[in-house]
């Protein structure tokens, strides 16, 4: 199935445009349209649209890539025999990606194209890393043709935009791929220490494994097989983060910093301490650990903890505290209620913790103490922290503060 990636609703009918064509190298994120609010009449009746495409993890790997786009009439009855098109590559910083040109934005006329011709623009390593948007351009070359202002037309009208989300986007509103959460996970732990030696070194790329490893009676607690595996860990966050706003990579850099060191290293969903605890059996579970049974404040009626995710949630963690332990959805959603609706101030009004990440220590330590309480054992959170901003290249994220 190929893919509209713009329309120009005209109503003459020699209007090119251009289908690209579906491959298994790239996946559509996005389709959307936007009119074209112009003082000029003939722009009025103009959509431009921007498709936003990635490449995938595997194609990133290829020596080149090619898009295939097809040069349609954007009116089945045109009798126009073909039209001129143009496309421009550029990048977000403007750096130059083709050494022989130096530029920041690369043009290439593409002459006259009879309808049904597929335009082919090959994608090397390079291009892959660094195009942010292809921008079209068409000319139409009919000889009667005269625009809504009486004249021949002369100037290239842009038409669409496809961008391209991989390699130069960062991770801001879209969903991880199962390859990213891989090697996020494996760059976090190789960068993080325990008695001067990787989490790596103890855990290599095992998840989850350790449920079993808590206090005697919690110790069936484990997480089924499939909850173990990469696949599943990328479609719990990817869900978790979309239903509780975590859209923004600043916001997903602190939640997981957070969930790496509350789940020891992504190793386990309850609490691994072997000591009795007075609110037992409400013990840490989860990817942010939900402890205490948990109250509701008369006023607000918001409530903490177990309560409160069984009253948002309508799953009875308080009969069964191990509803959330032993499910990696659960241990994300309740993680996710909590991120959002779980913290109270003293006067039982909730804190959204979206609202309080940021790049700088004072904001990460401010998280801290509203996860914990206090900030204590600060050192190995901010350890995280740092590493994750890396791991994100967070110089490059679109909504950097
Ligand atoms: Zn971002």
Not at 197 to 204: A, G, P, Q, R, T
Request: overall charge neutral; proline content about 2%.
């Amino acid at each position: 199935m190929a893919i509209n990636f713009y329309d120009y609703v005209s109503k003459y009918d020699f209007v090119p445009f251009a289908e690209l064509l579906n491959s298994d190298d790239f996946k559509v994120l996005s389709k959307s349209k936007t009119s074209l609010i112009s003082t000029a009449l003939k722009d009025s009746y103009k959509e431009l649209s921007d498709t936003k495409i990635e490449f995938t993890p595997e194609s990133l790997k290829k020596e080149k890539v090619i898009l295939k786009f097809k040069l349609q009439k954007a009116h089945q009855y045109a009798s126009d025999p073909d039209g001129y098109l143009r496309y421009k590559l550029s990048t977000i910083k403007g750096h130059a990606f083709v050494t022989n040109h130096n530029k920041p934005e690369v043009e290439h006329d593409l002459g006259i194209k009879k309808y049904g011709d597929i335009v082919e623009i090959v994608f090397s390593k390079n291009l892959m890393d660094t195009v942010q948007f292809i921008d079209f351009y068409f000319k139409d070359n009919s000889e009667d043709w005269l625009d809504l202002k009486g004249s021949m037309p002369d100037k290239w009208e842009h038409c669409g935009r496809v961008s391209i989300g991989a390699g130069s986007a960062c991770y801001c509103n879209r969903d991880f791929t199962e390859e990213e959460i891989k090697k996020i996970v494996k760059e976090l732990r190789d960068n993080t220490f325990y008695n001067e030696k990787s989490i790596s070194y103890y855990h290599s790329d095992k998840l989850f494994h350790r449920n079993s490893q808590t206090k005697e009676e919690y110790k069936t607690e484990e997480l089924p097989i499939n909850d173990r595996s990469y696949k599943k860990l990328t479609e719990v966050l990817n869900a978790v983060f979309k239903k509780h706003h975590i859209d923004k990579c600043i916001n997903k850099v602190t939640f997981l910093a957070q969930m790496y060191i509350e789940t020891a290293y992504f190793t386990a969903t309850i609490e691994l301490t072997h000591q009795k605890k007075e609110y037992e059996p409400y013990r840490g579970r989860g990817f942010i650990q939900l402890t205490h049974k948990g109250n509701q404040d008369k006023r607000t009626l918001n409530a903490v903890s177990y309560l409160g995710y069984k009253l948002y949630s309508n799953i009875d963690v308080i009969t069964t505290p191990s509803k959330i332990s032993t499910s990696l959805e659960i241990s994300g959603d309740s993680a996710g209620w909590f991120w959002e609706k779980g913290v109270r101030k003293f006067d039982g009004s909730v804190i959204n913790l979206n609202t309080k990440c940021g790049k700088e220590e004072s904001e990460f330590r401010e998280v801290t103490r509203l996860i914990k309480g206090a900030a204590t054992e600060f050192g190995e959170r901010k350890e995280a922290f740092y590493a994750l901003l890396k791991i994100f290249n967070y110089e490059d994220c679109i909504n950097k503060k």
